[in-house]
Structure formats: structure tokens, C-alpha cells
């Protein structure tokens, strides 16, 4: 079992759809999780963060984290044809000193919002 | 703002051709990532480096290796290039974080390099 499992997508919705993105996880240890967005022919950027279990909202997107169950959500509301790009989840230790800078990604997922 | 510049955008080499790609940091971070990222595998690390002559392998390090001499430069050499190396590569950097919550884990991206290997 890989560390991170992501759904594999592509995901296509209308304009104005609710999207829910979703990421599993193995280890306990994670504590740190984040969600990148990559637009077309560029590198990711990092769109939300979480530290631990909960909920965080920014605009248009809320970001959940469920470490009894490993599983973590990016929620967009209100979608809107400027979201469409490959949606990565990231999780790290808590550390990021020495070997324990990396971070772990999911394979991405990538969304197309339809006009 | 903060700058991952990454030496090429596109790159076309030859089978065996040794081939280096070059990364540079303006953020004085400490740690500086090298992934390659492909339709269905996602992004796979290579190596990273979390201070200046040190480096650690990642998830593929195979055929590749890296060398950082200066703090704000990670190269990814390729000895002799292979047709499944052709490839998106990313160039990350990262500041250190020593204490739990003390600061951000963010990694910042180049814009990547599509390496063809013919």
C-alpha cells in the first residue's frame, strides 16, 4: 500500500458544482497536511495547509483533515472554470529538519470546469 | 517574491548524453528537492539535499545524481541519458523547520524542465 492514496480522476464538473477531492493515508505520523494546485505547464503551488485534525476555509475552498480515519478533503464550492488544474495532496511529519524536510505526495487529480 | 528558477524549459538529448539540470534559489532556504512527475505516477522524488555537499536519495534515484556546492544551487545530472528519463523535472526548495508548528513545511516549485530523450 502506498503512504498516500489519491482518486485518480480526471474529474469534470460544471461551472458552479461543489468539488470534493480526497486523499487516504498509511501513516499515523503525518501531521501536516497541504494542497497543491498546478496549473497547466507550470509547477505546484501551494493553495491550503492544516496542521492535525479539523476544518479550514479560505473563500471558496475549505480544507478537512480525519486522522482517526487517514483521510483528508479539499472542498470547492461555487466552481469556477479558473479551478481547472491538477490538484495534489502533501503530508509531512511535522519535522522538516534533515531527512525529515520531504513531503509526501499524492498522484494528483485533475479538474476540468466545464463553462 | 519568492524564486525557483530552473535552467531550461525544454530540453531534447540523445541517448547517452550526460545532461545536467540546473536549479537556483533566492530564499536562502535549506533544503532543495528534485522530483520528476509523469501522466498517472505523480511526482516521484529523485534526491534532495537539506544543507550545502549533503544529499539524500529519494524514491528513484537511479541514473540520476546530484551535486549542491552552493546554498542556493541543486543540480540534477543525468550520466547517461535514457529514453525512460524523458520527463517533466521539478526543482523545490523548503526552509528548515526545527520545531513542531514553528513555520511553514511549504515546498516552492519551479516552473519545471521537459526533458526529451531521443
Known amino acids: 500500500q502506498k503512504e498516500v492514496e489519491q482518486d485518480p480522476g480526471p474529474l469534470s464538473v460544471p461551472e458552479g458544482a461543489i468539488v470534493s477531492l480526497n486523499c487516504t493515508y498509511s501513516n499515523s505520523a503525518f501531521q501536516y497536511f497541504m494542497w497543491y494546485r498546478q496549473y497547466s505547464r507550470k509547477g505546484p503551488e501551494l493553495l491550503m495547509y492544516t496542521y492535525s485534525s479539523g476544518n479550514k476555509e479560505d473563500g471558496r475552498f475549505t480544507a478537512q483533515v480525519d486522522k482517526s480515519s487517514k483521510y483528508i478533503s479539499l472542498f470547492i464550492r461555487d466552481s469556477q472554470p479558473s479551478d481547472s488544474a491538477t490538484y495534489l495532496c502533501a503530508m509531512s511529519v511535522g519535522k522538516a529538519n534533515g531527512a525529515n524536510s520531504k513531503l509526501t505526495f499524492g498522484k494528483g487529480i485533475t479538474l476540468s470546469v466545464r463553462p | 517574491d519568492v524564486k525557483v528558477t530552473q535552467s531550461s524549459r525544454y530540453l531534447v538529448k540523445r541517448t547517452g548524453e550526460k545532461v545536467f539540470l540546473e536549479c537556483v534559489q533566492d530564499?536562502?532556504?535549506?533544503?532543495m528537492f528534485w522530483y520528476r512527475q509523469d501522466p498517472g505516477l505523480g511526482l516521484r522524488l529523485i534526491y534532495f539535499?537539506?544543507?550545502?555537499?549533503?544529499?539524500e536519495k529519494g524514491d528513484i534515484p537511479e541514473g540520476y545524481s546530484v551535486s549542491r556546492e552552493k546554498k542556493e544551487r541543486f543540480s540534477l545530472i543525468l550520466e547517461s541519458a535514457s529514453t525512460n528519463q524523458t520527463s517533466m523535472y521539478l526543482c523545490?526548495?523548503?526552509?528548515?523547520?526545527?520545531?513542531?508548528?514553528?513555520?511553514?513545511?511549504?515546498?516552492?516549485f519551479g516552473p519545471g524542465t521537459r526533458l526529451t530523450v531521443t
Open positions: 539535499s537539506y544543507d550545502v555537499k549533503m544529499k
Open positions: 530564499m536562502d532556504h535549506e533544503n
Open positions: 523545490a526548495s523548503s526552509r528548515t523547520v526545527l520545531r513542531w508548528l514553528a513555520g511553514s513545511y511549504e515546498q516552492y
